[in-house]
């Protein structure tokens, strides 16, 4: 099977410019969670998504929104982008509620 | 507030040395753990996960855990590591009342392995 694909692998976004990133799951599975990595706060849970509904979110801003498409890939928008949005950006996929998640290479994020 | 802690940041071992890596979480509910790792530019990998049963369960590349309850541990060990387990190592915890996936994670064991 193939595993998590994200797209795209690097962005360069200036201040207040927003971003879409996409996530494609692994084939099968329903839920599909996004996760910021930075060296100073480590992996951060955003959001995950199930079958079309926000499941679970995290304590980051309204800026960040995401959705999920009845084929379970995702997106997820960051607007009104802002210095301290410069991260890693994970996107992981699992087949059932608790089971383990795989995750992709991630999107890598500068905000300039 | 929930949480997970790594008691270690960074770990420098000579090769064929055992590891352990802990970590204990502060969840009182029912939970699923996990260790993943994070190998120098690859993206996160999983090493071994606990549900439930034998608390002692095992992973990929000769990895192990033990979960122990009356202590919210799962720490991680290796017999006798390689150079190639250089990277960075990430407890994570699922916790099932809240319902859907949301993993909490350790801020991460860098492991270095020297020849």
């Known amino acids: 099977k193939a595993g998590v694909t994200q797209t795209p692998r690097y962005l360069i976004k200036t201040r207040g410019q927003q971003v879409t990133l996409s996530c494609s799951p692994i084939?099968?599975?329903?839920?599909v969670s996004w996760y910021q990595q930075t060296p100073g706060q480590g992996l951060q849970f955003l959001f995950e998504?199930?079958?079309?509904?926000?499941?679970n979110k995290g304590n980051f801003p309204g800026r960040f929104s995401g959705r999920q498409f009845s084929n379970s890939r995702s997106e997820m928008n960051v607007s009104t982008l802002e210095l301290g949005d410069s991260a890693l950006y994970l996107c992981?996929?699992?087949?059932?509620?608790?089971?383990?998640?795989?995750f992709g290479p991630g999107t890598r994020l500068t905000v300039t | 507030a929930q949480s997970v802690s790594q008691h270690n940041h960074h770990v420098i071992l000579s090769e064929a040395a055992s590891l352990e890596l802990g970590c204990n979480y502060s969840y009182g509910g029912t939970v699923n753990l996990f260790w993943y790792v994070q190998y120098p530019g690859q993206h996160l990998q999983l090493l071994l996960k606990?549900?439930?049963?034998?608390?002692l369960v095992k992973g990929i590349k000769g990895f192990e855990a033990e979960f122990i309850k009356s202590k919210f541990s799962f720490n991680l060990r290796k017999p006798s590591v390689q150079w190639s387990d250089t990277a960075e190592y990430f407890c994570?915890?699922?916790?099932?009342?809240?319902?859907?996936?949301?993993?909490?994670f350790g801020t991460g064991t860098q492991l270095k392995v020297e020849l």
């Open positions: 606990y549900f439930s049963g034998d608390p």
């Open positions: 994570a915890v699922n916790l099932l009342t809240g319902g859907g996936n949301k993993l909490t």
């Open positions: 998504y199930f079958s079309e509904t926000q499941r």
């Open positions: 992981a996929s699992s087949l059932k509620q608790g089971f383990e998640q795989y």
């Open positions: 084939s099968g599975h329903r839920s």
